[in-house]
């Protein structure tokens, strides 16, 4: 028994101060590796928030273009109407897209209605982009089949974190902020925005110009658009009277200088 308890004695095991500094070291690896996991992670959400900060604006215009195209050539009776106003400082905007037909009486009844607007989100301190469907047609026939007539007109968020939304109306070289009437409007600018807004002189919020992202969307694609169309040959024609034209007004300049020093 002596003698196994020697050998017991001389096994080696580690000191406190071992323990320590290998608790440490393990410590100080895991921080670092930590560290790098996190930088990683916020540099994907980075590039991740990025990409869907640039693919959202556009898919927000091409599905309001679509509901454009399919409501103007339904074959119904179509009309929009825009209004643009300043909630809480921000540039918002509601766009009205509402077709009409008449029943076996006559009767007006509204075939589809679809609306999109902004209005302001006190959580997040900017925008909520809804957007409502109702009428007679259905979008979802096995959902909205189910529902009674005022869930159908229940407005849907889209999405958030919008600080700019207009919708204009393009009239020669200016722009609209209103329109209204049985008239369509040849087309559409939308500009929305995600950018951090500032304040301006009238006391408005904006968004630098960079940041801004517009589309023009056309309305009324079957009107008729006039083109003038101009040959080749009849632009030398144009042109070489115009210089005759000029040289026609050097030569009299010339003889009423000549006629004014014989006198």
Same mark, same amino acid.
């Given at each position: 028994?002596?003698?196994?308890? #020697?050998? *017991? +004695?001389k096994?080696?095991? %580690?000191?406190?101060?071992?323990?320590i500094?290998a608790?440490t070291?393990?410590?100080?690896v895991?921080?670092?590796?930590?560290?790098?996991?996190?930088?990683a992670?916020?540099?994907?959400?980075?590039v991740?928030?990025?990409?869907?900060?640039?693919?959202l604006?556009?898919?927000?215009?091409q599905?309001?273009?679509?509901?454009?195209?399919?409501?103007?050539?339904?074959?119904?009776?179509?009309k929009?109407?825009?209004?643009?106003? *300043?909630?809480?400082? %921000?540039?918002?905007?509601?766009?009205?897209i509402?077709?009409?037909?008449?029943?076996?009486?006559?009767?007006?009844?509204? %075939?589809?209605?679809?609306?999109?607007?902004? #209005?302001?989100?006190?959580?997040?301190n900017g925008?909520?982009l809804y957007?409502?469907?109702?009428?007679?047609?259905?979008?979802?026939?096995?959902?909205?089949?189910? +529902?009674e007539?005022?869930?159908?007109?229940?407005?849907?968020?889209?999405?958030?974190?919008?600080?700019f *939304?207009?919708?204009?109306?393009?009239?020669?070289?200016? %722009?609209?902020? #209103?329109w209204?009437?049985d008239?369509?409007?040849?087309?559409?600018t939308?500009?929305?925005?995600?950018?951090?807004?500032?304040? /301006?002189?009238?006391?408005?919020?904006?968004?630098?110009? +960079?940041? +801004?992202?517009?589309?023009s969307?056309?309305?009324?694609?079957?009107?008729? /658009?006039?083109?003038?169309?101009?040959?080749?040959q009849?632009?030398?024609?144009?042109?070489?009277?115009?210089?005759?034209?000029?040289?026609?007004e050097?030569?009299?300049d010339?003889?009423?200088?000549?006629?004014i020093?014989?006198?």
């Amino acid at each position: 028994m002596q003698k196994k308890s #020697n050998i *017991f +004695k001389k096994l080696g095991a %580690f000191t406190l101060a071992e323990v320590i500094a290998a608790l440490t070291i393990g410590a100080m690896v895991l921080v670092a590796v930590m560290g790098v996991y996190s930088r990683a992670e916020r540099a994907a959400a980075a590039v991740t928030r990025r990409l869907e900060s640039s693919q959202l604006p556009f898919e927000i215009m091409q599905a309001i273009a679509e509901d454009i195209d399919r409501a103007v050539s339904s074959g119904a009776d179509a009309k929009v109407t825009i209004d643009n106003k *300043f909630i809480n400082s %921000f540039q918002t905007a509601r766009l009205t897209i509402q077709t009409t037909i008449n029943d076996r009486n006559n009767a007006a009844q509204t %075939f589809e209605k679809i609306v999109w607007q902004t #209005n302001y989100d006190r959580n997040t301190n900017g925008l909520i982009l809804y957007r409502s469907h109702s009428g007679i047609a259905l979008e979802d026939k096995l959902l909205d089949e189910q +529902k009674e007539a005022w869930e159908r007109e229940l407005f849907v968020p889209v999405c958030t974190g919008i600080t700019f *939304f207009r919708i204009q109306v393009p009239v020669g070289e200016d %722009f609209q902020d #209103n329109w209204s009437g049985d008239s369509l409007p040849n087309g559409i600018t939308v500009t929305i925005s995600f950018a951090e807004p500032f304040k /301006i002189l009238n006391g408005t919020l904006d968004v630098p110009e +960079k940041e +801004k992202i517009i589309r023009s969307i056309a309305v009324n694609r079957t009107r008729k /658009i006039k083109l003038t169309i101009i040959k080749g040959q009849d632009k030398e024609d144009k042109a070489g009277k115009e210089k005759k034209d000029k040289e026609n007004e050097a030569v009299t300049d010339s003889n009423e200088q000549i006629v004014i020093e014989e006198k």
